[in-house]
C-alpha cells in the first residue's frame, strides 16, 4: 500500500488556465482567460459579481462539468499536464484539486475525526488506525485546528462554530494530499476573527499546497495573495481578465484604469 502520510514530502505543483472560455447554454461567460497560478504561491481572483471568478475556479477542477447546460473550451494544466485530456480520470483531477466553499459544509452529523478522513474512500485509500491518528492530526495541525478539537475528536463537526467548521473543512481538502487548493470565497461567512484564523491557515498551507481563491474582500486579497487577476465583464460582454501580476503591481501601480478604480473601492 502507498504510505497514506509522508509529511516530508512537498508536491508543489503549478497550475495554468489556457485560452479557458465557459458557456452555459449558449450564453458565455468567460472569454479566453489565460492565467499561470505558480507552484507554492497564493493566486487571488478578484472582480465585481458575475464577472466568471467562480466559473473559472469550478473550470480548474472540471466542477463546472457537473451543470448540464455548462460547457468550456481551453486548456487546465497542472504541472504542464491537461487535466481534460481524454486519458485523464475526473477523479484524478479531483483529488489533485481539492475546494473549499463558501459555506462550511462538513458532514454534521459525523465525527470531527471522520469528517477529515471522509474523502480517502472516494480515492480508494485504505489506511490502519495507527495511520488514521497521524492523518488526522497532521490535518488539523495544518489546518490550525488541531489544539481546539484534540480533545473532542469523537464529538460531531456540526457542534463546531462556522469557523472552526471552515478550518474542518480544509482539514478534509487536505487529507488526500492535493496538490492545489481551491477556495471560493472561504470567508465570506465567517466573522473577522475566524476569517483571520483561515488567512494564517493560508499563509502556513502556502508552503506545501499551491492555493487560488476567490474573494470579494479587497484587503483580504492584498493580505493573503502572491499573485492576483482582476476579471472583469463589462455591458453583457463574457467574463476576461484585465489585469494580473503580483499582488503588490496589481495593488499598488495597476496598470489599467479599471483595476484602479476597482482595487480602491470605486466600483464593484
Ligand atoms: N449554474 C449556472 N447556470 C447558468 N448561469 C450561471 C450558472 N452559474 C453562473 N452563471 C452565470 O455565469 C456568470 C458568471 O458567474 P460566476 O458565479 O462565475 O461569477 P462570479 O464572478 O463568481 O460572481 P460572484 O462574485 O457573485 O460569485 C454570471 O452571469 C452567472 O449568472
Known amino acids: 500500500m502507498t504510505a497514506l502520510l509522508e509529511p516530508e514530502t512537498v508536491q508543489l505543483a503549478s497550475l495554468e488556465g489556457r485560452s479557458v472560455s465557459a458557456w452555459f447554454g449558449d450564453h458565455k461567460v468567460l472569454d479566453r482567460v489565460d492565467l499561470v497560478m505558480p507552484a507554492g504561491q497564493v493566486t487571488a481572483l478578484i ?15 472540471r466542477m463546472h462539468e457537473l451543470v448540464p447546460s455548462a460547457s468550456l473550451a481551453g486548456e487546465v494544466l ?69 489544539n ?39 470567508c465570506s461567512a465567517l466573522d473577522p476573527t475566524s476569517t483571520r484564523r483561515i488567512e494564517e491557515t493560508i499563509h502556513e498551507l502556502k508552503r506545501e499546497v499551491t492555493i487560488v481563491i476567490v474573494t ?17 465583464a463589462e455591458q453583457g460582454q463574457p467574463g476576461h481578465i484585465v489585469e494580473q501580476g503580483s499582488t503588490q503591481q496589481v495593488f499598488e501601480a495597476p496598470e489599467d484604469p479599471r483595476t484602479f478604480d476597482y482595487v480602491n473601492g470605486r466600483f464593484g
Request: glycine content about 10%; aromatic content about 6%; overall charge positive.
Open 148 to 186: 481546539e478539537v484534540r480533545t473532542r475528536l469523537r464529538q460531531p463537526g456540526g457542534g463546531l462554530s462556522g469557523g472552526q467548521q471552515q478550518r474542518l473543512c480544509i482539514a478534509r481538502s487536505l487529507a488526500v494530499q492535493p496538490k492545489v487548493l481551491l477556495m471560493d470565497e472561504p
Open 78 to 146: 497542472l504541472d504542464g499536464e491537461d487535466i481534460y485530456a481524454p486519458q485523464r480520470r475526473l477523479t484524478e483531477a479531483r483529488r489533485d484539486i481539492g475546494m473549499v466553499f463558501q459555506k462550511p459544509n462538513p458532514f454534521p452529523a459525523m465525527s470531527i475525526y471522520d469528517n477529515v478522513l471522509a474523502g480517502l474512500k472516494l480515492t480508494g485509500r485504505k489506511a490502519g488506525r495507527d495511520e488514521k491518528d497521524v492523518l488526522v492530526e497532521s490535518c488539523l495541525s495544518k489546518a490550525g485546528l488541531w
Open 47 to 61: 472582480g465585481p459579481s458575475g464577472c466568471g471568478k467562480s466559473t473559472f475556479l469550478r473550470i480548474l477542477n
Open 216 to 232: 470579494h474582500n479587497m484587503q483580504q486579497a492584498a493580505r493573503v495573495s502572491d499573485v492576483c487577476a482582476f476579471f472583469l
